[in-house]
Protein backbone atom coordinates (compact mmCIF):
# COMPACT_ATOMS: atom_id res chain seq x y z
CA UNK A 1 0.00 0.00 0.00
CA UNK A 2 1.55 3.31 -0.76
CA UNK A 3 0.72 5.39 2.24
CA UNK A 4 1.64 8.62 1.08
CA UNK A 5 -1.98 8.29 -0.28
CA UNK A 6 -3.51 8.23 2.73
CA UNK A 7 -1.82 11.55 4.21
CA UNK A 8 -3.29 14.99 3.90
CA UNK A 9 -2.23 17.18 0.59
CA UNK A 10 1.32 18.50 1.12
CA UNK A 11 0.49 22.81 1.61
CA UNK A 12 1.47 24.76 -0.98
CA UNK A 13 4.93 25.93 0.33
CA UNK A 14 5.58 28.88 -1.48
CA UNK A 15 2.32 30.61 0.34
CA UNK A 16 3.07 29.37 3.48
CA UNK A 17 6.19 30.81 2.93
CA UNK A 18 5.15 34.31 0.91
CA UNK A 19 7.63 34.11 -1.42
CA UNK A 20 7.64 33.95 -5.20
CA UNK A 21 10.83 31.69 -6.43
CA UNK A 22 12.02 28.52 -4.86
CA UNK A 23 14.90 29.65 -3.67
CA UNK A 24 15.82 29.91 0.67
CA UNK A 25 19.07 31.07 1.09
CA UNK A 26 20.61 29.28 3.92
CA UNK A 27 21.52 30.44 7.49
CA UNK A 28 25.19 29.97 7.45
CA UNK A 29 26.28 31.49 11.09
CA UNK A 30 28.79 33.84 11.12
CA UNK A 31 28.55 34.62 6.87
CA UNK A 32 24.95 35.94 6.50
CA UNK A 33 23.97 39.11 7.26
CA UNK A 34 21.12 41.36 8.07
CA UNK A 35 21.61 42.87 4.17
CA UNK A 36 22.14 39.33 2.39
CA UNK A 37 18.90 37.94 4.30
CA UNK A 38 16.91 41.37 2.75
CA UNK A 39 18.42 41.06 -0.53
CA UNK A 40 17.46 37.38 -1.37
CA UNK A 41 13.92 38.02 0.28
CA UNK A 42 13.39 41.65 -2.13
CA UNK A 43 14.06 39.48 -4.81
CA UNK A 44 11.43 36.91 -3.96
CA UNK A 45 13.00 34.33 -2.38
CA UNK A 46 13.35 33.29 1.73
CA UNK A 47 16.59 35.11 3.25
CA UNK A 48 18.12 33.79 6.21
CA UNK A 49 19.92 34.44 9.31
CA UNK A 50 21.57 32.22 11.80
CA UNK A 51 21.75 33.43 15.10
CA UNK A 52 22.96 30.16 16.46
CA UNK A 53 26.44 31.93 17.57
CA UNK A 54 24.15 34.91 19.06
CA UNK A 55 22.74 35.65 22.19
CA UNK A 56 19.26 36.88 22.32
CA UNK A 57 19.79 40.69 22.24
CA UNK A 58 22.29 39.81 19.47
CA UNK A 59 19.60 37.98 17.15
CA UNK A 60 17.45 40.90 17.99
CA UNK A 61 19.15 43.23 16.49
CA UNK A 62 19.99 41.33 13.85
CA UNK A 63 16.05 40.58 13.23
CA UNK A 64 15.18 44.40 13.58
CA UNK A 65 18.22 45.61 11.14
CA UNK A 66 16.81 43.42 8.43
CA UNK A 67 13.61 44.68 9.32
CA UNK A 68 14.71 48.11 8.41
CA UNK A 69 15.71 46.48 4.91
CA UNK A 70 12.85 44.47 3.97
CA UNK A 71 9.29 44.41 4.88
CA UNK A 72 9.17 40.85 3.33
CA UNK A 73 9.54 37.39 5.26
CA UNK A 74 12.92 35.81 6.16
CA UNK A 75 14.04 32.73 8.51
CA UNK A 76 15.74 32.59 11.62
CA UNK A 77 18.25 29.78 12.37
CA UNK A 78 18.69 28.00 15.35
CA UNK A 79 20.98 25.43 16.93
CA UNK A 80 19.48 22.46 19.25
CA UNK A 81 22.60 20.60 19.97
CA UNK A 82 22.84 19.00 23.42
CA UNK A 83 24.74 21.34 25.41
CA UNK A 84 28.09 20.15 25.38
CA UNK A 85 29.34 17.71 28.79
CA UNK A 86 32.92 18.86 29.22
CA UNK A 87 35.90 16.46 29.88
CA UNK A 88 39.07 17.91 30.63
CA UNK A 89 41.07 15.08 29.85
CA UNK A 90 39.91 14.77 26.19
CA UNK A 91 40.00 19.05 25.84
CA UNK A 92 43.69 19.10 27.56
CA UNK A 93 44.98 16.12 25.11
CA UNK A 94 43.40 17.83 22.18
CA UNK A 95 44.82 21.84 23.12
CA UNK A 96 48.26 19.75 23.86
CA UNK A 97 48.40 18.23 20.44
CA UNK A 98 47.20 21.44 18.94
CA UNK A 99 50.15 23.29 21.03
CA UNK A 100 52.85 22.99 18.43
CA UNK A 101 50.37 24.71 15.82
CA UNK A 102 49.87 27.59 18.12
CA UNK A 103 53.61 27.88 18.20
CA UNK A 104 53.94 28.50 14.93
CA UNK A 105 52.58 31.80 14.88
CA UNK A 106 54.09 32.79 18.68
CA UNK A 107 51.09 31.73 20.37
CA UNK A 108 49.95 29.44 23.45
CA UNK A 109 47.30 27.47 22.88
CA UNK A 110 43.88 28.26 25.55
CA UNK A 111 44.49 26.51 28.78
CA UNK A 112 40.70 25.22 29.06
CA UNK A 113 37.95 25.46 26.77
CA UNK A 114 34.11 26.38 26.95
CA UNK A 115 30.75 26.30 25.10
CA UNK A 116 31.01 29.26 22.99
CA UNK A 117 27.27 29.09 21.58
CA UNK A 118 24.42 28.57 23.83
CA UNK A 119 21.74 25.56 22.55
CA UNK A 120 18.62 26.57 21.92
CA UNK A 121 17.19 24.13 24.30
CA UNK A 122 18.65 25.74 27.15
CA UNK A 123 18.56 29.43 25.96
CA UNK A 124 15.57 30.76 27.42
CA UNK A 125 16.43 34.68 26.62
CA UNK A 126 16.03 33.58 22.95
CA UNK A 127 12.79 31.96 23.05
CA UNK A 128 11.21 34.52 25.06
CA UNK A 129 12.59 37.23 22.11
CA UNK A 130 11.46 34.98 19.33
CA UNK A 131 8.21 35.13 21.13
CA UNK A 132 8.16 38.86 21.07
CA UNK A 133 9.72 39.85 18.23
CA UNK A 134 7.98 37.19 16.11
CA UNK A 135 9.61 36.37 12.95
CA UNK A 136 7.64 35.19 9.66
CA UNK A 137 9.75 32.02 9.93
CA UNK A 138 11.82 29.76 12.39
CA UNK A 139 14.06 27.21 11.45
CA UNK A 140 15.65 24.56 13.78
CA UNK A 141 19.53 22.50 13.28
CA UNK A 142 20.39 19.38 14.97
CA UNK A 143 17.48 18.54 16.38
CA UNK A 144 13.98 19.73 18.25
CA UNK A 145 13.33 22.28 21.14
CA UNK A 146 10.73 20.93 23.32
CA UNK A 147 7.08 20.50 21.92
CA UNK A 148 5.59 23.09 24.12
CA UNK A 149 8.24 25.48 22.38
CA UNK A 150 7.14 24.72 19.15
CA UNK A 151 3.49 24.84 19.96
CA UNK A 152 3.84 28.75 21.54
CA UNK A 153 6.10 29.12 18.31
CA UNK A 154 3.16 28.11 15.99
CA UNK A 155 0.49 30.04 18.14
CA UNK A 156 2.83 33.04 17.84
CA UNK A 157 1.98 32.78 14.15
CA UNK A 158 5.84 31.54 13.30
CA UNK A 159 6.26 28.93 10.39
CA UNK A 160 8.30 26.36 11.59
CA UNK A 161 11.09 24.55 9.26
CA UNK A 162 13.85 21.67 10.86
CA UNK A 163 16.36 20.02 8.74
CA UNK A 164 16.59 16.26 8.56
CA UNK A 165 19.84 13.85 6.80
CA UNK A 166 17.68 10.78 7.48
CA UNK A 167 14.14 9.63 6.98
CA UNK A 168 13.98 8.67 10.65
CA UNK A 169 14.91 12.49 11.26
CA UNK A 170 12.06 13.48 9.03
CA UNK A 171 9.49 11.42 10.89
CA UNK A 172 10.64 12.69 14.14
CA UNK A 173 9.67 16.69 12.40
CA UNK A 174 6.93 16.04 11.13
CA UNK A 175 5.66 14.23 14.58
CA UNK A 176 6.43 17.37 16.11
CA UNK A 177 3.87 19.28 13.86
CA UNK A 178 6.68 21.10 11.95
CA UNK A 179 5.39 22.72 8.80
CA UNK A 180 8.07 21.45 6.59
CA UNK A 181 11.57 19.61 5.99
CA UNK A 182 14.87 21.02 5.31
CA UNK A 183 16.17 17.46 2.97
CA UNK A 184 19.86 18.39 4.00
CA UNK A 185 22.34 15.80 1.80
CA UNK A 186 26.10 14.82 2.10
CA UNK A 187 27.03 17.27 -0.25
CA UNK A 188 25.85 20.55 1.77
CA UNK A 189 28.63 22.59 2.89
CA UNK A 190 28.47 23.87 6.83
CA UNK A 191 27.69 21.35 9.56
CA UNK A 192 25.20 17.78 9.50
CA UNK A 193 22.61 18.39 10.82
CA UNK A 194 22.06 14.79 12.46
CA UNK A 195 20.19 14.93 15.67
CA UNK A 196 22.22 12.24 17.55
CA UNK A 197 26.03 12.42 17.09
CA UNK A 198 26.13 8.74 18.58
CA UNK A 199 24.42 6.96 16.17
CA UNK A 200 25.31 5.86 12.34
CA UNK A 201 24.93 8.54 9.88
CA UNK A 202 24.24 6.81 6.59
CA UNK A 203 25.16 9.86 4.59
CA UNK A 204 22.54 10.26 1.86
CA UNK A 205 22.85 12.52 -0.80
CA UNK A 206 20.10 15.15 -1.33
CA UNK A 207 18.79 13.44 -4.48
CA UNK A 208 18.23 10.15 -2.47
CA UNK A 209 17.37 11.83 0.48
CA UNK A 210 14.56 14.57 -1.09
CA UNK A 211 12.75 11.79 -2.85
CA UNK A 212 12.68 9.33 0.05
CA UNK A 213 11.69 12.18 1.95
CA UNK A 214 8.88 13.19 -0.74
CA UNK A 215 7.55 9.84 -0.76
CA UNK A 216 7.37 8.47 3.01
CA UNK A 217 6.44 11.74 4.62
CA UNK A 218 3.34 14.11 4.41
CA UNK A 219 5.10 17.76 4.58
CA UNK A 220 6.90 20.33 2.02
CA UNK A 221 10.26 19.73 1.46
CA UNK A 222 12.96 21.78 0.56
CA UNK A 223 16.42 20.55 -0.97
CA UNK A 224 19.32 21.33 0.75
CA UNK A 225 23.24 20.33 -0.34
CA UNK A 226 25.66 20.09 -3.81
CA UNK A 227 22.44 22.76 -5.27
CA UNK A 228 24.30 25.80 -6.96
CA UNK A 229 22.34 27.28 -10.26
CA UNK A 230 18.74 26.80 -11.82
CA UNK A 231 19.75 23.48 -13.41
CA UNK A 232 20.20 22.09 -9.66
CA UNK A 233 16.66 23.50 -8.60
CA UNK A 234 15.43 22.30 -11.43
CA UNK A 235 16.18 18.59 -10.48
CA UNK A 236 15.05 18.31 -6.78
CA UNK A 237 11.71 19.94 -8.04
CA UNK A 238 11.67 17.19 -10.31
CA UNK A 239 12.07 14.63 -7.55
CA UNK A 240 9.38 16.43 -5.39
CA UNK A 241 10.52 19.30 -3.09
CA UNK A 242 8.80 22.88 -3.62
CA UNK A 243 11.77 24.84 -3.12
CA UNK A 244 15.89 24.46 -2.71
CA UNK A 245 17.58 26.02 -0.10
CA UNK A 246 21.52 27.31 -1.23
CA UNK A 247 24.35 28.09 1.29
CA UNK A 248 27.65 28.02 -0.46
CA UNK A 249 25.80 29.69 -3.50
CA UNK A 250 25.74 32.63 -1.66
CA UNK A 251 29.27 33.19 0.69
CA UNK A 252 31.31 35.07 -2.09
CA UNK A 253 28.01 37.51 -2.55
CA UNK A 254 28.57 41.34 -1.50
CA UNK A 255 26.31 41.10 1.45
CA UNK A 256 28.59 38.01 3.01
CA UNK A 257 30.87 38.43 6.16
CA UNK A 258 32.92 36.04 3.99
CA UNK A 259 36.50 37.65 4.23
CA UNK A 260 39.01 38.15 1.55
CA UNK A 261 40.66 34.53 1.67
CA UNK A 262 37.29 32.82 1.96
CA UNK A 263 36.03 34.51 -1.18
CA UNK A 264 39.20 33.58 -3.07
CA UNK A 265 38.88 30.01 -1.97
CA UNK A 266 35.39 29.86 -3.46
CA UNK A 267 35.92 31.43 -6.60
CA UNK A 268 39.63 30.20 -7.53
CA UNK A 269 40.06 28.58 -10.59
CA UNK A 270 40.71 25.14 -8.83
CA UNK A 271 39.07 25.05 -5.72
CA UNK A 272 40.43 22.94 -2.97
CA UNK A 273 38.75 19.74 -1.91
CA UNK A 274 36.27 19.79 0.81
CA UNK A 275 35.56 17.23 3.56
CA UNK A 276 33.52 16.22 5.98
CA UNK A 277 35.57 17.33 9.36
CA UNK A 278 35.09 17.49 13.16
CA UNK A 279 38.41 19.20 13.71
CA UNK A 280 37.38 22.76 13.54
CA UNK A 281 34.34 22.26 15.86
CA UNK A 282 33.65 19.12 17.30
CA UNK A 283 30.37 18.25 14.94
CA UNK A 284 30.73 17.15 11.49
CA UNK A 285 31.03 19.54 8.83
CA UNK A 286 31.99 20.48 5.69
CA UNK A 287 34.51 23.00 4.35
CA UNK A 288 37.66 23.53 2.37
CA UNK A 289 40.89 21.56 3.19
CA UNK A 290 43.16 22.69 5.74
CA UNK A 291 45.83 22.51 7.98
CA UNK A 292 43.35 22.20 10.79
CA UNK A 293 41.29 18.89 8.99
CA UNK A 294 44.62 17.22 8.58
CA UNK A 295 45.65 17.50 11.94
CA UNK A 296 42.08 15.97 12.78
CA UNK A 297 42.17 13.31 10.21
CA UNK A 298 46.01 12.47 11.12
CA UNK A 299 47.24 8.95 12.33
CA UNK A 300 47.56 8.96 15.71
CA UNK A 301 45.61 11.99 16.70
CA UNK A 302 43.69 12.55 19.89
CA UNK A 303 39.96 12.51 20.30
CA UNK A 304 38.24 15.64 19.49
CA UNK A 305 35.96 17.25 21.98
CA UNK A 306 32.66 17.75 22.28
CA UNK A 307 31.25 20.93 19.91
CA UNK A 308 30.82 23.51 20.66
CA UNK A 309 33.78 23.48 22.81
CA UNK A 310 36.43 22.36 19.86
CA UNK A 311 35.41 25.43 17.89
CA UNK A 312 36.71 27.52 20.59
CA UNK A 313 39.83 26.02 20.30
CA UNK A 314 39.57 26.30 16.04
CA UNK A 315 38.82 29.38 16.61
CA UNK A 316 41.72 30.52 18.92
CA UNK A 317 44.05 28.99 16.21
CA UNK A 318 42.70 30.51 13.35
CA UNK A 319 42.99 33.64 15.13
CA UNK A 320 46.70 33.57 16.07
CA UNK A 321 47.37 32.26 12.17
CA UNK A 322 45.08 34.79 10.79
CA UNK A 323 47.11 37.50 12.46
CA UNK A 324 50.29 36.25 10.98
CA UNK A 325 48.25 36.23 7.24
CA UNK A 326 47.87 32.91 7.35
CA UNK A 327 43.85 31.47 6.34
CA UNK A 328 45.36 27.97 7.19
CA UNK A 329 42.85 26.95 9.99
CA UNK A 330 39.79 28.72 8.79
CA UNK A 331 36.47 27.30 8.93
CA UNK A 332 35.60 27.66 5.49
CA UNK A 333 32.10 26.17 4.81
CA UNK A 334 31.66 24.84 1.51
CA UNK A 335 29.71 22.05 -0.31
CA UNK A 336 30.90 19.64 -3.11
CA UNK A 337 29.35 22.09 -6.26
CA UNK A 338 31.63 24.59 -5.03
CA UNK A 339 33.35 24.57 -8.29
CA UNK A 340 30.34 26.20 -9.64
CA UNK A 341 30.74 29.33 -7.16
CA UNK A 342 29.94 32.67 -8.58
CA UNK A 343 30.60 35.99 -7.45
CA UNK A 344 27.01 38.08 -7.47
CA UNK A 345 25.16 40.44 -5.32
CA UNK A 346 22.36 38.24 -2.98
CA UNK A 347 19.36 39.82 -5.00
CA UNK A 348 21.48 39.49 -8.37
CA UNK A 349 21.75 35.79 -7.89
CA UNK A 350 18.33 34.82 -6.75
CA UNK A 351 16.91 36.35 -10.16
CA UNK A 352 19.58 34.79 -11.94
CA UNK A 353 19.12 31.40 -10.58
CA UNK A 354 15.53 32.57 -11.21
CA UNK A 355 15.71 32.97 -14.97
CA UNK A 356 18.50 29.66 -14.95
CA UNK A 357 15.17 27.46 -13.51
CA UNK A 358 13.15 28.57 -15.86
CA UNK A 359 15.62 27.49 -18.43
CA UNK A 360 16.18 24.21 -17.40
CA UNK A 361 12.22 23.27 -16.98
CA UNK A 362 11.59 24.78 -20.68
CA UNK A 363 14.18 21.73 -21.52
CA UNK A 364 13.06 19.23 -19.60
CA UNK A 365 9.62 20.26 -21.10
CA UNK A 366 11.31 20.04 -24.48
CA UNK A 367 12.31 16.59 -23.52
CA UNK A 368 9.09 15.46 -22.33
CA UNK A 369 7.81 16.21 -25.91
CA UNK A 370 10.47 14.66 -28.24
CA UNK A 371 9.37 11.50 -25.53
CA UNK A 372 6.09 11.31 -26.16
Not at 269 to 280: V, Y
Not at 302 to 307: D, L, V
Amino acid sequence: MNTTSLRRPRQNLLSLLGISTPIIQAPMAGVSTPAMAAAVSEAGGLGSLGVGAMDADGARKAIRETRALTGKPFNINLFCHDPATANAARENAWLGYLAPEFAKFGASAPTSLKEIYKSFLADEAMYQMLLEEKPAVVSFHFGLPAQEKIDALHAAGIVLLASATSLQEARQIEAAGIDAIVAQGIEAGGHRGVFDTDSHDEGLGTLALVRVLVERTGLPVIAAGGIMDGAGIAAVLALGAQAAQLGTAFVASRESSADAAYRAALTAESPRPTTLTRAISGRAARGFTNRLTELGAAPGAPAIPAYPMTYDAGKALHAAAKAKGSSDYAAQWAGQAVPLARSLPAGELVVQLTSELKEALERLCGLRTLLG
